[in-house]
């Protein structure tokens, strides 16, 4: 299922309630400024933080398919405002962050009094045929209100489940961009979510279907997530009318990978070069680094063999996670499973002089995410072209501080699969003997001096005490944990 015209349909669609099914986003979003107005008048009267809330680009932004209490506090952090949390039975006001999320909520009730919500004139349309083909639909949504919402639009009769922000409340579902709202949705509809698809209008959403591995994301006019301004401005700029963005994704799903021997190619025409003698050239010159000159000074040249300094092809595996390389190459109708991808690494090392140390480098990153034993060989012959002049006057140029930050970020990223993302704080680590304890700080998730400990078999995460809630972090095997401003947390792994 992957949404090309003539693929068969998905087997469950989950669609946002607000602003997809009911045009019920710009009544929440008055009512955020209601809110937001009165408080900031009283908060910061004259300040530029207390400008008025922008209904349009800052509800988008901070707002739009959060939890109220989320919302609010979204906003105000972005404003550099601090409020204590509050409890949950707060009467609207100004002083805490649920007292902002419930005045909020009142003045959603005030205008609901005086214009009802009403559906999309497509949404109907669009369930009815939906359920003509035997696809269940979800609809989600973190306001309380969506269920009698949908009922009072007569859409509830043509959805198999609604999960709405009682439930979310109810089951302690953590709010978009976490995947959990979705993930449980397509649980009820007994859909897989490779096998499913989301309808999302906020960018939050987005991040959460696709932190999902959901088979199809769609997402709604995220081109107006855009400030008018600088939306007209990108328009007139990439000549966008409205087929535009439709001919551009037939183009992404066309691009031509060269294949050879079952495994990808440098380039087109790579396979039918001509192969080295690569063991009688080492045992003639010893080091074969710079190969390039060594054909050259024999006459020859390297552009007859299928030899390179640097295999670029292999990149790939340092920009992208094997999972997301493999999705890459399915937009584009080919596979890409683990056998394949080992084969071309495989194929690629094997063709390699390593004539630049960035090549030491992604080879390193690669092997880290196959969990290869040369791994760190190839990080350490990064770090000895920094100290020793293998290439014969360049280090002083500082031409390889590139690959000097590069060996960094591999021991605090690629050793131990780290990875910022809108669910959380990814963590794969990989276990290397030559390295079996290490640790170091990073931001994350707006927290600062974040300390990640590794030891055999062990993983300690410290998230210093702040006014931030709790850091995300995604575990081996996809378990889902917390760790709360000020804690320590130990992970075996």
């Known amino acids: 299922m992957n949404g090309r015209p003539g693929s068969p349909p998905p087997r469950g669609v989950v669609l946002d309630t607000d602003g997809v099914l009911l045009a019920s986003a710009t009544v929440h979003a008055a009512a955020w400024k209601a809110a937001f107005d009165a408080c900031l008048a009283e908060w910061t009267p004259g300040e530029r933080s207390g400008k008025p809330f922008d209904a349009d680009v800052e509800y988008r932004r901070f707002v739009d398919g959060r939890s109220r209490y989320d919302g609010a506090g979204a906003f105000l952090t972005a404003r550099g405002i601090r409020l204590p949390p509050g409890a949950r039975d707060d009467p609207p006001g100004c002083d805490t962050v649920r007292a902002v999320a419930a005045l909020k909520e009142q003045a959603f009730q005030d205008a609901l009094r005086r214009n009802p919500v009403v559906p999309f004139e497509d949404a109907g349309r669009a369930l009815t045929a939906l359920r003509s083909l035997g696809v269940p639909c979800a609809a989600v949504s973190a306001s309380r209100h969506a269920r009698a919402l949908l009922t009072t639009a007569g859409l509830d009769r043509l959805l198999t489940v609604v999960v709405d922000g009682e439930d979310i409340a109810r089951l302690g579902l953590a709010g978009k961009p976490d995947p959990a709202l979705f993930l449980h949705a397509a649980g009820l509809l007994g859909t897989r979510p490779e096998d499913g698809a989301v309808v999302e209008d906020a960018l939050a959403g987005v991040s959460a279907a696709r932190a999902g591995r959901f088979g199809l994301v769609v997402g709604l006019d995220l081109l107006d997530e855009l400030p008018p301004a600088r939306r007209a401005e990108l328009r007139e700029r990439l000549l966008l009318d409205d087929g535009e963005l439709d001919r551009w994704d037939e183009v992404s799903r066309r691009l031509h990978v060269p ?228 804690e320590e947390r130990w992970f075996r792994l």
């Open 259 to 486: 294949f050879h021997q079952g495994v990808v190619s440098q380039f087109e025409g790579y396979g039918e070069l001509a192969e080295l003698d690569w063991e009688a050239y080492r045992a003639r010159y010893g080091d074969i680094r710079r190969l390039d000159r060594i054909l050259e000074a024999e006459g020859d040249t390297v552009n007859r063999y299928q030899a390179s300094k640097q295999a670029d092809t292999l990149m790939l595996g340092h920009l992208f996670r094997p999972e997301e390389l493999s999705g890459l190459f399915t937009r584009l109708g080919y596979r890409l499973d683990d056998e394949t991808w080992r084969a071309t690494v495989s194929h690629h090392l094997r063709r390699t002089s390593h004539g630049s140390t960035l090549s030491s480098l992604v080879h390193g990153w690669v092997l880290t995410r196959q969990k290869g034993p040369d791994a760190w060989r190839y990080c350490e012959e990064a770090l000895v072209a920094d100290v020793a002049d293998v290439q014969g006057g360049t280090t002083g140029e500082g031409i390889h501080l590139g690959a000097m930050a590069g060996t960094v970020d591999l021991v605090e990223r690629g050793i131990t699969g780290l990875e910022a993302g809108p669910d959380g704080l990814r963590v794969a680590p990989v276990a290397l003997r030559e390295l079996p304890r290490f640790a170091f700080t990073l931001c994350c998730g707006g927290h600062r001096g974040v300390r990640l400990r590794m030891l055999p078999g062990r993983l300690g995460i410290r998230v210093p005490a702040s006014s931030r809630g709790p850091l995300a972090v995604v575990l081996p095997g996809g378990r889902r944990a917390t760790v709360a401003s000020g």
